[in-house]
């Protein structure tokens, strides 16, 4: 006889740390008839948070409408923050970019050969660059351009706001989106919006840092990928990565060596947030990776 159809969830949690937070969450899945096919937990010390992340299958007709319901006392009991996503869901995201498109290809890539589960419901941009690109993939493509002034900006971010909600966008990365987005639109989609930078920041600030680094001297190049937050660069870092290099190289390699890492490390990004293993904990993250 043929196994009866599974289904996998992913349930995420946080509350304070207390005795038996794992044994009562896992004898109610258990009681459901999950196995568990993932599992791991933390907890802070210093602020005294547990944090946990369970991948379970159950029987494909077991709603999560009835495992929130066989939560629920454990949930209000332990004071527990709570997230339950189907993992079978391929998400929609909305990448936006200006003209610099090398993260762009790489999350592109990586969706075409199945290592990235996504949809991209939309590619918007500020600039023309990518429209063939994007044209050749199948994929709305967007120009929105935002005038010199700003005296335009609340009206583009209105439309790509309406542009996320329209697709149910579960995401927006910015893959080198060149503009530095609204406190409001920061707010409003806070914990749902990727950014990739350099990581030189603060010590390389404004135009051509990786040729003001190669003037300096610099021994290591890095990217980090954080969510965007109304303060411009310092939203809870997801993602990080650094390459060594040396006086030999030529500012011309350290962008090339800097374009590796944006594109790596904003893709393991993305990826880190689609399978709800990254949980918000005050200005940092908790990343079950």
């Known amino acids: 006889m ?24 896992t004898t109610i899945l258990a009681g459901l008839g999950g196995n568990i096919a993932e599992s791991a937990q933390f907890w802070d010390r210093a602020t005294n948070r547990f944090f946990m992340r ?45 003209k610099f498109d090398h993260c762009l290809q790489h999350l592109m890539y990586q969706i075409r050969v199945g290592w990235l589960k996504a949809e991209v419901a939309a590619i918007v941009s500020n600039h023309e660059d990518s429209r063939a690109f994007a044209e050749a993939q199948g994929i709305p493509y967007h120009c929105w351009p935002v005038d010199k002034d700003k005296s335009n900006k609340a009206e583009q971010e209105a439309r790509v706001m309406a542009l996320v909600e329209e697709t149910g966008a579960e995401l927006v990365v910015l893959a080198r989106y060149m503009q530095v987005l609204s406190d409001t639109f920061s707010s409003t989609l806070f914990g749902r919006i990727i950014n990739i930078h350099h990581s030189f920041l603060p010590s390389f600030k404004g135009a051509r840092p990786y040729h003001q680094a190669h003037e300096r001297g610099v021994k290591l190049i890095g990217a980090t990928a954080h969510y965007v937050t109304p303060d411009l660069d ?3 870092i997801i993602e ?31 990826k880190l947030h689609l399978e709800a293993r990254v949980l918000m904990h005050g200005k940092k993250t908790i990343v079950f990776a």
């Open 234 to 236: 310092e939203g809870p």
């Open 240 to 270: 990080q990565e650094t390459s060594r290099v040396t006086h030999a190289l030529s500012a011309e390699d350290l962008v090339a060596v800097g374009r590796d890492n944006e594109s790596r490390v904003l893709a393991r990004a993305v």
């Open 54 to 98: 369970i991948a379970f299958e159950t029987p494909a007709a077991l709603s999560a409408d009835t495992i929130r319901a066989a939560l629920s006392d454990t949930i209000e009991t332990f004071g527990m923050t709570v997230d339950l996503v189907d993992a079978a869901r391929t998400p929609k995201i909305v990448i936006m970019v200006s």
């Open 2 to 25: 043929a196994d009866a159809p599974k289904r996998t969830h992913i349930l995420t949690l946080s509350c304070a740390d207390r005795p038996r937070i794992v044994a009562s969450v």
